[in-house]
C-alpha cells in the first residue's frame, strides 16, 4: 500500500507536466498566477537543475510566509518531496543528485517550528493521519499540489534530515511517528518512518537502538522493514546490534524471509574481528543472498571479500566488535 500511494503520486507529478519549464519562463508569463508557479515549484522545480539554490530558497521563503493557504501547502510538499528522495538515495548509499541545501535558508527552522507547533495545536495536539484522497470538488477546483494533507503532518523526518541531532526535532520524531500504522484503520505496523527518520537524523539514544533490534529480531517484520534496521544497526555500531544481527541470522525464523544481504553488510560493518568470528554463519546467509537478492553483483563482491578471510572456526559466545 505505501508503494502504491508513493507510485501514485509520483506518476501524477510526471504526467501532470511535459517539459521541463525553467523559473525564468514562468515569470516571464505575465498571465502565470502565483498558485501556478507554486505549483510547478513542487512538481518541476525542486528537481530543474537551470533553477539555482539561490532562486529556490527565495521562493520557499515567500511561499512558507504567503497567506494563501494553497501556496503554503505547496511549498511545504516541495520541500517534503525533495527530502523524500534525498533521504531514499542515503538510505540506498546512492549519489544525492541535486541537493537544495534548504538547512542554508535564513529562519527556515522557525518557520517549520511555528508551521507544526500552530498544527499540533490545532488539531487538539493530535497528529492526524495524512489525507492522499482526491475528492471530484477538488479537482474541479483544480487543486494545485496533488500531496497528502494536511502537509504540516508530514514534517518529521523533513526536520530530521534538516536539522540533525536537534533535540526538539528529536521529541517531534518520536511523539509523531512511534506505533505508526500502514492505515490509520489497520492494526499493522509501519516502522520505515521512524527508522528512515532516526537514521538521517544520526539520532542514536538507548530507545533508537531499542527501536532498531526490536525491529530486526520481530518475526513478523517484513523483509524490507527488516533490511532498514540493518542497515541503521550497521551505521549506529554496538554490541548490542551485532548480537542482534548475528541471532537473527541463527534463527532465520522471520515470516517474510530475511533481507540476508543488508545482515551480512551491516554484521561486516562492525568491523574485521567481527567478520572474521561470524564467518562461517556469513557465508551460509551469503549463499542464500546469491539467490533471493536481486542486487547479485553487490552479494558477489561480499562472496569474494569472505573468500579473502582466513579460515577461523565460529565461535559461540557473545560476539565482540
Known amino acids: 500500500m505505501r508503494f502504491i500511494i508513493f507510485l501514485t503520486i509520483t506518476l501524477i507529478a510526471i504526467n501532470s507536466y511535459g517539459t521541463s519549464n525553467t523559473l525564468e519562463k514562468m515569470l516571464e508569463d505575465e498571465e502565470?498566477?502565483?498558485?501556478?508557479?507554486?505549483?510547478?515549484?513542487?512538481?518541476?522545480?525542486?528537481?530543474d537543475k537551470t533553477v539555482s539554490n539561490r532562486e529556490i530558497?527565495?521562493?520557499?521563503?515567500?511561499?512558507?510566509?504567503s497567506e494563501d493557504p494553497e501556496i503554503q501547502h505547496c511549498t511545504i510538499t516541495a520541500i517534503q518531496f525533495h527530502v523524500g528522495t534525498n533521504v531514499n538515495l542515503i538510505i540506498e548509499?546512492?549519489?544525492?543528485?541535486?541537493?537544495?541545501?534548504?538547512?542554508?535558508?535564513?529562519?527556515?527552522?522557525?518557520?517549520?517550528?511555528?508551521?507544526?507547533?500552530?498544527?499540533?495545536?490545532?488539531?487538539?495536539?493530535v497528529v492526524p493521519e495524512i489525507d492522499f484522497d482526491i475528492t471530484s470538488e477538488q479537482l474541479e477546483k483544480g487543486f494545485p499540489c496533488l500531496a497528502g494533507r494536511p502537509g504540516w503532518a508530514g514534517l518529521p523526518r523533513t526536520l530530521a534530515y534538516l536539522y540533525p541531532k536537534n533535540k526538539k526535532v528529536y521529541d517531534i520524531v518520536w511523539n509523531a511517528l512511534k506505533d505508526k500504522k500502514i492505515l490509520s484503520d489497520h492494526e499493522e505496523d509501519n516502522p520505515i518512518p521512524l527508522l528512515s527518520a532516526l537514521y538521517v537524523g544520526e539520532f542514536n539514544n538507548p530507545r533508537d537502538e531499542a527501536?532498531?533490534?526490536?525491529?530486526?529480531?520481530?518475526?513478523?517484520?517484513?523483509?524490507?522493514?527488516?533490511a532498514l534496521a540493518a542497515i541503521s544497526l550497521a551505521k549506529f555500531q554496538s554490541e548490542k546490534g551485532l548480537a542482534a544481527l548475528v541471532s537473527t541470522l541463527e534463527k532465520n525464523d522471520n515470516l517474510w524471509g530475511l533481507p540476508y544481504l543488508e545482515i551480512v553488510e551491516a554484521v561486516i560493518a562492525?568491523?574485521?574481528?567481527?567478520?572474521?568470528?561470524?564467518q562461517t554463519l556469513l557465508r551460509k546467509a551469503l549463499s542464500k543472498a546469491l539467490i533471493t537478492s536481486k542486487d547479485k553483483t553487490r552479494a558477489s563482491l561480499i562472496d569474494k571479500q569472505l573468500a579473502t578471510l582466513e579460515d577461523e572456526s565460529e565461535q559461540s559466545d557473545v560476539p565482540t566488535r
Open 32 to 47: 502565470h498566477t502565483d498558485i501556478e508557479l507554486y505549483s510547478w515549484l513542487q512538481i518541476k522545480g525542486m528537481r
Open 57 to 65: 530558497h527565495k521562493l520557499i521563503t515567500d511561499g512558507l510566509r
Open 93 to 125: 548509499n546512492k549519489t544525492v543528485i541535486i541537493d537544495r541545501r534548504l538547512q542554508d535558508i535564513p529562519g527556515l527552522y522557525d518557520l517549520l517550528m511555528k508551521m507544526w507547533d500552530e498544527g499540533v495545536t490545532k488539531s487538539g495536539g
Open 211 to 226: 527501536f532498531r533490534i526490536q525491529v530486526l529480531t520481530n518475526p513478523e517484520t517484513q523483509n524490507y522493514d527488516a
Open 270 to 278: 562492525h568491523g574485521e574481528e567481527a567478520t572474521t568470528k561470524h
